[in-house]
């Protein structure tokens, strides 16, 4: 099927087999590496992505769903600059050691300080909550979305 | 949830309730938290994982899996699935059979006798185990085509649980090997019959069971394989952690020398210790990509990492008796040990000589006996996890201790300061010969305790019993051996070749004075870019920013040896020992150079600002760039002798001799950093629930050369502990069906999950190691045994495995209510 998606404001018209998740679209037809795999199921969060504002794992959603639609991952983040601040924060609080499940960190902490700049700690951990980390434990991620928060 | 307070010379995080520690002052770049360099990548989204790595033309590779715990193979068709539009080709256990040699086996008989292939010959042994590889045009047609695959299977009964395993009418799985039994080895140190003569009390202990589970790292396995005809190598782009393992299991069995094979990593999505057995599943992809001509992709799913890939050791500690004082003074122990391997022996049987690096624990008991025997059954096969077979013998002691301080109506912190070793023994020559070679136990838990507010805890203990809830506290001390002597392995085997460890790197100055350090270790996020980048630039006196280390791991760049990698808790002795020794080989040249340049004696010189200088006359510079460039480029008119190359390799090599095979005595590890950790947890006694109120984790590993970094692992090993104790599980049916085979079943903790941390450390410099480091990272699983310590003390009931999840917990109070 033919679509025709934005990602971090560059569009992209491909053909696609209907079947295909928008992960592996991301991914494998787009070069667009920095969203991530890491279960089959929907649990672990990385390979997050902001589709029309939402923010959505793009393994539940096919390539063919996203058609029309505005995409932004982890590489459109610092598109003007260096690291945004949340991304420089967690470089400082050490919020990452493998990176795997980082870009997926960093859509769901985004998508959270756009929806409400100041949340407690508590949110923070709930906004997470679909993100899975096994290299830190959180404790550090927590504190790296805490200190930009407004 | 927050993190609080580590007693650091660093201070960044600011909320310690303690004093700090007196910490000399440092200079340089060691023992700062200065923040990784690898993060910027990682951060955009421009890391290089395994699955990222694209080559034209490549071909998508699926396994196709045993459904069965135990069948015989007796037809496969791959006929439909070639002819599918888009297949390139496939592979089965017979050609696999008729390719390539079994792999090398690491056990004496009976295990000697395993006929282990990368794919199933003839017969299947565990759920989920690879028996045909179809490799197509895209992943989707690959899966498809794997349907297609026919594989007839004649079901054989299977045998779950080893305890089964040895009896007479148990299903065997290796016919060659005669039985289940695969290793079996009798430890005994110092006099147990006067031990147990002079023991006030014998205590009993029936039987303790740890389980099964791994860290699930969250990038799952893979490979990017090229195979280069015209010289019959094959470069293989993949995620494994061992290369050196992987080298000298593929090799032999592919019967081509180890030059044939390229290992090459950049980033890594998490290790710990689950990615060094890949070489099954990338010989199957070497031999497809030599087949079919293609390159090779293959990115393991998370169902099939959990269906197959490096569980622990399960292991069952039975007849436990333990010869104490009244006064809690621990004599010694014996038991008998009965690990589970799972189906095939990967990396087994070592665990069957790692754990007695810490065979006596933290604590001073002299005479201790154990009997080990390893099964196979019809599971995944076992291979390391963070912690590696320590952990579970560590579990072991620490449950005694507080088996025995409940037997005896004692403290359980009494019953540990009394009988830890203490830090004037330090060197502590253990009763198998392993030297213990610094830290101070009594003082970790006393900061510890501290970080909980343990003199609240009565008051707490009647406030929560006023909710309802049954309050408990817990100690988990243990130790991170690291450096491992691979002299250890000839326990096992006693024709094995392997002894001591090695780790190279090389340093080198280039034309435009870039100091470039390539290492030959596999980081899966310990941030060796950063702290090998510390180490370099003081000793060469320069600005962080000019060091360059190379992010991974290649082969070509010949700066590896036989046991490279990231594994064991050893980098910041063996890495670092050889970015060190490489290091001041460079900063001896520069200085040699200089001397010729300046014709003046090297003593006469120091390194400084990023160039080299005569001391006394700091105007007779001669930057780091004009080294470089006169060596590498403008070379001519340098006198004949200057033995001058720029370019410093160096092998580390821990100071090891082979043990005494006969007394199973000698020195298996250089280091022992320590975790010592304290859980608080309420119970709700209605349901089992429960909660970690509070945590504190205290650290030792000797000389910190960046602390951020050390405090990172020490709070990922406590999360892993925390899922492992709490909710991980690879728990199967009596038909050998995984019943956790996704992020569905097999939950790990996520941010909510946690509690509140507070972490300490303390440094306590090894005499054995270039820096006075030690290798850590692994934990030791005290969080496992902190949060069994709590369940006891807040149930009253004797705890008796590793994993407890609410049921089991309510399962508990049952018992302690009749």
Same mark, same amino acid.
């Given at each position: 099927?033919?679509?025709?998606?934005?990602?971090?404001?560059?569009?992209?018209?491909? +053909?696609? /087999?209907?079947?295909? =998740?928008?992960?592996? $679209?991301?991914?494998?037809?787009?070069?667009?590496? %920095?969203?991530?795999?890491?279960?089959?199921?929907?649990?672990?969060?990385?390979?997050?992505?902001?589709?029309?504002?939402?923010?959505?794992?793009?393994?539940?959603?096919?390539?063919?769903?996203?058609?029309?639609?505005?995409?932004?991952?982890?590489?459109?983040?610092?598109? +003007?600059? /260096?690291?945004?601040? =949340?991304?420089?924060? $967690?470089?400082?609080?050490?919020?990452?050691?493998? %990176?795997?499940?980082?870009?997926?960190?960093?859509?769901?902490?985004?998508?959270?300080?756009?929806?409400?700049?100041?949340?407690?700690?508590?949110?923070?951990?709930?906004?997470?909550?679909?993100?899975?980390?096994?290299?830190?434990?959180?404790?550090?991620?927590?504190?790296?979305?805490?200190?930009?928060?407004? | 949830?927050?993190?609080?307070?580590?007693?650091?010379?660093?201070?960044?995080?600011?909320?310690?309730?303690?004093?700090?520690?007196?910490?000399?002052?440092?200079?340089?770049?060691?023992?700062?938290?200065?923040?990784?360099?690898?993060?910027?990548?990682?951060?955009?989204?421009?890391?290089?994982?395994?699955?990222?790595?694209?080559?034209?033309?490549?071909?998508?590779?699926?396994?196709?899996?045993?459904?069965?715990?135990?069948?015989?193979?007796?037809?496969?068709?791959?006929?439909?699935?070639?002819?599918?539009?888009?297949?390139?080709?496939?592979?089965?256990?017979?050609?696999?059979?008729?390719?390539?040699?079994?792999?090398?086996?690491?056990?004496?008989?009976?295990?000697?006798?395993?006929?282990?292939?990368?794919?199933?010959?003839?017969?299947?042994?565990?759920?989920?185990?690879?028996?045909?590889?179809?490799?197509?045009?895209?992943?989707?047609?690959?899966?498809?085509?794997?349907?297609?695959?026919?594989?007839?299977?004649?079901?054989?009964?299977?045998?779950?649980?080893?305890?089964?395993?040895?009896?007479?009418?148990?299903?065997?799985?290796?016919?060659?090997?005669?039985?289940?039994?695969?290793?079996?080895?009798?430890?005994?140190?110092?006099?147990?019959?006067?031990?147990?003569?002079?023991?006030?009390?014998?205590?009993?202990?029936?039987?303790?069971?740890?389980?099964?589970?791994?860290?699930?790292?969250?990038?799952?396995?893979?490979?990017?394989?090229?195979?280069?005809?015209?010289?019959?190598?094959?470069?293989?782009?993949?995620?494994?952690?061992?290369?050196?393992?992987?080298?000298?299991?593929?090799?032999?069995?592919?019967?081509?020398?180890?030059?044939?094979?390229?290992?090459?990593?950049?980033?890594?999505?998490?290790?710990?210790?689950?990615?060094?057995?890949?070489?099954?599943?990338?010989?199957?992809?070497?031999?497809?990509?030599?087949?079919?001509?293609?390159?090779?992709?293959?990115?393991?799913?998370?169902?099939?990492?959990?269906?197959?890939?490096?569980?622990?050791?399960?292991?069952?500690?039975?007849?436990?008796?333990?010869?104490?004082?009244?006064?809690?003074?621990?004599?010694?122990?014996?038991?008998?040990?009965?690990?589970?391997?799972?189906?095939?022996?990967?990396?087994?049987?070592?665990?069957?000589?790692?754990?007695?690096?810490?065979?006596?624990?933290?604590?001073?008991?002299?005479?201790?006996?154990?009997?080990?025997?390893?099964?196979?059954?019809?599971?995944?096969?076992?291979?390391?996890?963070?912690?590696?077979?320590?952990?579970?013998?560590?579990?072991?002691?620490?449950?005694?201790?507080?088996?025995?301080?409940?037997?005896?109506?004692?403290?359980?912190?009494?019953?540990?300061?009394?009988?830890?070793?203490?830090?004037?023994?330090?060197?502590?020559?253990?009763?198998?010969?392993?030297?213990?070679?610094?830290?101070?136990?009594?003082?970790?838990?006393?900061?510890?305790?501290?970080?909980?507010?343990?003199?609240?805890?009565?008051?707490?203990?009647?406030?929560?019993?006023?909710?309802?809830?049954?309050?408990?506290?817990?100690?988990?001390?243990?130790?991170?051996?690291?450096?491992?002597?691979?002299?250890?392995?000839?326990?096992?085997?006693?024709?094995?070749?392997?002894?001591?460890?090695?780790?190279?790197?090389?340093?080198?100055?280039?034309?435009?004075?870039?100091?470039?350090?390539?290492?030959?270790?596999?980081?899966?996020?310990?941030?060796?870019?950063?702290?090998?980048?510390?180490?370099?630039?003081?000793?060469?006196?320069?600005?962080?920013?000019?060091?360059?280390?190379?992010?991974?791991?290649?082969?070509?760049?010949?700066?590896?040896?036989?046991?490279?990698?990231?594994?064991?808790?050893?980098?910041?002795?063996?890495?670092?020992?050889?970015?060190?020794?490489?290091?001041?080989?460079?900063?001896?040249?520069?200085?040699?150079?200089?001397?010729?340049?300046?014709?003046?004696?090297?003593?006469?010189?120091?390194?400084?600002?990023?160039?080299?200088?005569?001391?006394?006359?700091?105007?007779?510079?001669?930057?780091?760039?004009?080294?470089?460039?006169?060596?590498?480029?403008?070379?001519?008119?340098?006198?004949?002798?200057?033995?001058?190359?720029?370019?410093?390799?160096?092998?580390?090599?821990?100071?090891?001799?082979?043990?005494?095979?006969?007394?199973?005595?000698?020195?298996?590890?250089?280091?022992?950093?320590?975790?010592?950790?304290?859980?608080?947890?309420?119970?709700?006694?209605?349901?089992?629930?429960?909660?970690?109120?509070?945590?504190?984790?205290?650290?030792?590993?000797?000389?910190?050369?960046?602390?951020?970094?050390?405090?990172?692992?020490?709070?990922?090993?406590?999360?892993?502990?925390?899922?492992?104790?709490?909710?991980?599980?690879?728990?199967?049916?009596?038909?050998?069906?995984?019943?956790?085979?996704?992020?569905?079943?097999?939950?790990?903790?996520?941010?909510?999950?946690?509690?509140?941390?507070?972490?300490?450390?303390?440094?306590?410099?090894?005499?054995?190691?270039?820096?006075?480091?030690?290798?850590?990272?692994?934990?030791?699983?005290?969080?496992?045994?902190?949060?069994?310590?709590?369940?006891?003390?807040?149930?009253?009931?004797?705890?008796?495995?590793?994993?407890?999840?609410?049921?089991?917990?309510?399962?508990?109070?049952?018992?302690?209510?009749?």
């Amino acid at each position: 099927m033919q679509i025709r998606v934005t990602v971090n404001g560059t569009t992209y018209e491909r +053909d696609v /087999e209907p079947r295909k =998740l928008l992960i592996h $679209f991301l991914r494998d037809d787009l070069d667009l590496t %920095g969203s991530h795999i890491g279960c089959d199921t929907g649990n672990c969060g990385a390979c997050s992505v902001i589709v029309d504002g939402v923010l959505l794992k793009s393994c539940m959603l096919l390539a063919v769903q996203a058609d029309g639609a505005n995409v932004e991952t982890v590489e459109g983040l610092a598109a +003007d600059e /260096e690291l945004t601040p =949340l991304q420089r924060s $967690f470089n400082e609080h050490h919020a990452l050691q493998c %990176g795997y499940c980082t870009p997926g960190m960093l859509m769901s902490a985004t998508a959270l300080l756009r929806e409400n700049p100041s949340p407690s700690e508590a949110e923070i951990e709930k906004a997470l909550q679909g993100n899975i980390c096994r290299c830190t434990g959180y404790w550090n991620i927590v504190e790296a979305v805490k200190a930009v928060t407004r | 949830m927050r993190a609080a307070g580590a007693v650091d010379v660093a201070g960044h995080a600011s909320e310690t309730t303690l004093a700090p520690e007196k910490v000399e002052v440092q200079k340089g770049w060691g023992g700062q938290s200065v923040p990784r360099r690898e993060d910027k990548r990682l951060l955009r989204g421009e890391g290089v994982f395994v699955d990222d790595v694209k080559r034209h033309g490549m071909g998508y590779l699926h396994f196709v899996r045993s459904p069965y715990a135990h069948a015989h193979i007796t037809r496969v068709d791959v006929s439909a699935a070639e002819a599918l539009e888009g297949v390139y080709g496939t592979l089965t256990g017979e050609e696999v059979a008729a390719l390539t040699e079994p792999f090398f086996q690491i056990s004496s008989a009976p295990g000697s006798q395993l006929k282990d292939y990368a794919l199933a010959v003839g017969k299947v042994r565990y759920v989920g185990e690879p028996v045909v590889a179809v490799v197509a045009e895209t992943r989707e047609l690959a899966r498809d085509a794997s349907e297609l695959v026919e594989v007839e299977y004649d079901p054989l009964p299977a045998v779950v649980d080893a305890r089964r395993a040895l009896e007479p009418d148990a299903p065997v799985l290796h016919e060659e090997a005669g039985g289940n039994l695969m290793w079996q080895g009798l430890y005994s140190w110092g006099d147990l019959d006067a031990a147990f003569a002079e023991a006030d009390r014998v205590i009993e202990i029936p039987e303790l069971h740890f389980h099964r589970f791994n860290s699930t790292p969250l990038e799952c396995d893979g490979a990017l394989v090229e195979y280069n005809r015209g010289v019959g190598q094959w470069t293989i782009h993949c995620n494994n952690q061992f290369p050196g393992f992987a080298a000298i299991m593929m090799g032999p069995a592919m019967r081509v020398g180890l030059d044939k094979l390229r290992f090459v990593t950049q980033d890594i999505g998490g290790g710990f210790g689950n990615k060094i057995t890949s070489h099954p599943q990338l010989v199957v992809c070497c031999l497809l990509a030599r087949k079919l001509n293609r390159p090779i992709q293959w990115t393991e799913w998370r169902t099939d990492f959990h269906l197959s890939m490096s569980h622990c050791n399960e292991r069952w500690f039975r007849d436990t008796q333990v010869a104490v004082k009244e006064d809690g003074t621990l004599l010694g122990f014996r038991t008998k040990t009965l690990d589970d391997a799972g189906a095939w022996l990967r990396y087994e049987p070592l665990g069957g000589v790692i754990w007695a690096q810490v065979t006596p624990g933290m604590y001073r008991w002299r005479h201790i006996e154990v009997e080990f025997t390893q099964v196979v059954t019809n599971k995944a096969p076992a291979s390391p996890n963070r912690g590696y077979s320590r952990m579970q013998h560590l579990w072991f002691t620490e449950r005694v201790i507080d088996i025995v301080a409940h037997e005896l109506g004692l403290d359980p912190v009494e019953v540990r300061k009394r009988n830890y070793i203490r830090a004037d023994e330090m060197p502590y020559e253990t009763p198998n010969g392993c030297v213990y070679d610094s830290g101070d136990y009594a003082r970790m838990l006393d900061l510890a305790l501290e970080l909980v507010d343990y003199g609240s805890i009565p008051q707490r203990r009647a406030e929560a019993r006023a909710r309802g809830k049954l309050l408990g506290v817990g100690i988990g001390s243990t130790l991170d051996s690291g450096t491992n002597n691979f002299g250890q392995s000839r326990l096992i085997n006693p024709d094995l070749q392997f002894s001591g460890n090695n780790e190279v790197a090389t340093v080198k100055l280039d034309i435009f004075g870039e100091i470039v350090v390539t290492l030959g270790t596999t980081p899966q996020g310990q941030g060796h870019e950063t702290t090998a980048a510390q180490v370099v630039a003081d000793i060469l006196h320069c600005p962080l920013e000019d060091v360059h280390v190379r992010a991974g791991h290649d082969s070509y760049w010949n700066s590896h040896a036989g046991f490279s990698g990231t594994y064991a808790s050893q980098f910041a002795v063996t890495g670092l020992g050889a970015v060190k020794g490489a290091t001041e080989m460079l900063a001896a040249e520069i200085k040699k150079l200089a001397a010729a340049v300046f014709q003046c004696p090297e003593e006469a010189l120091e390194l400084a600002d990023g160039g080299v200088r005569i001391k006394d006359n700091p105007d007779a510079f001669l930057p780091f760039m004009a080294c470089g460039a006169i060596v590498n480029a403008n070379n001519a008119g340098l006198p004949e002798d200057l033995d001058v190359s720029l370019n410093c390799r160096y092998v580390y090599r821990p100071p090891f001799q082979l043990p005494d095979l006969e007394r199973k005595y000698g020195n298996l590890t250089l280091t022992y950093a320590v975790q010592i950790h304290v859980a608080v947890i309420e119970i709700d006694p209605d349901t089992g629930y429960y909660e970690i109120v509070d945590y504190a984790a205290v650290d030792e590993c000797g000389k910190r050369i960046n602390p951020q970094i050390i405090e990172g692992q020490v709070m990922g090993a406590t999360a892993q502990a925390i899922g492992a104790a709490m909710w991980e599980a690879y728990e199967y049916d009596e038909d050998g069906n995984l019943l956790t085979p996704n992020f569905y079943d097999y939950h790990v903790p996520h941010a909510l999950d946690m509690p509140p941390l507070h972490t300490a450390a303390i440094e306590c410099p090894s005499p054995f190691t270039p820096l006075g480091t030690k290798g850590m990272g692994e934990g030791g699983g005290a969080g496992i045994h902190a949060i069994c310590a709590a369940l006891q003390d807040a149930t009253g009931v004797v705890v008796t495995d590793s994993h407890n999840p609410y049921q089991r917990v309510w399962r508990l109070l049952q018992e302690g209510a009749r």
